[in-house]
């Protein structure tokens, strides 16, 4: 999150750090008191239905064969699978069969794996109800974790190759924001917490501990902390008020269903809404931060610039910025909803019907309030930085300077004679 812009940032004059001490140390604080106060005490009840065994394999046989005939359905389909058929064999490295081998049925269905061999799996146990003693083994899905260790270290190394000491404190700065989404958001909201006072509050711990550490404690940080904290508050405001609007429940989604079936206590509108707050603090920081340096940029450049003409200068940036990011911000949206994309292309009702439905009308609520949010961080960060950096300057009155002293004339035979003419030649003309 966040990106370095620019060089180390010039020290603001003691008074101005003062008050930006006086202004962040306090919202620090109601952050974290804020965060202790709203910690769940105890996580969310286990669903009642026992969790399958699973272990892991590896596949060592693989053979498929023609599936049997089926009797057709009263429409006259096919009633059966379209296939593969046939059985895998698969080493078990983990559970009471360890080291044997044990024979799946080949995976069939909708997102089922394909599997060859040599691949490694994980196989679920499943016991017959009639009869307890008989077991067999299904495969699940594939086993991801050294692929994708060798991607996070390939993310990692390239980070701190470019980014050098920033790119560390990056990576640093990304521990601690999914620490904090996974030990205090995802938890809090899950116990029964309000779902948009969790998300702005946990997305404030996350922006504080972040930016201080990625870019250092300065005054430019700490304005772009204040820009990044008044949007965040502004996006959960506009955000309720949308969706209060639209009447959105928080059921736009198969997923938010889903989670309802495990946990019925849950706020799906609330959870909405902190999906909307925790997508826009990724961008929300680096537009903060790119406006602060922006202004602190051009102070240095030209220090007669008045508060208003950084602020008209910096502003001009931050239209170009905006400008961009908003695209990123619906294409993003749309890359993450693909299928629901897919499905309105297939739907056969009118598009005024289809726009206006559950999920559809979600996901431009969710676009429209993040991009609104983002608009307010350019002018109220530039406003602050403007302010910031031109606090503490001395006006001095300049001395007029002395006019130059008039050259003496030239004469006219030393300038032909520096120009290799010639007085004769002259003559002659």
Known sequence: MGADHTRPAPSAPPGVRRILVATVVPLFLITVV????????????????????RYHGTVTRV??????PTPEAPDGASGGSAGPCGTVTVTAEQGPDAGRQVETPVPVGPGAPRVEVGDKVILVELTDPADPAVKTYNIAEHRRGTPLVWLAVLFAVAIVAFGRWRGLAALAGLVASFAILLGFVLPGIGAGQPPLLVAIVGAALIMFVVLYLTHGITAQTSVAVLGTLG???????????ATAATHLTGFGSEDATTLSMFQRDVDLHGLLLAGIVIGSLGVLDDVTVTQAATVTELAHANPALSRRHLYRAATRVGRAHIASTVNTIVLAYAGASLPLLLLLVADSRPVSEILTSEFLAQEIVRSAVATLGLIAAVPLTTGLAAVVTTAGRRRTTAAPAEPP???????RDEALEALGGDRSTEAAW
């Open 34 to 53: 804020a965060a202790l106060v709203l910690w769940p005490r105890q996580g969310p009840e286990p669903a009642d239905a026992p969790a399958l065994p």
């Open 63 to 68: 053979v498929t064969e023609p599936c049997p």
């Open 231 to 241: 949007s965040l508050v502004l996006t959960g405001v506009l955000g309720t008020l």
């Open 405 to 411: 002293a008039p050259r003496p004339p030239a004469r």
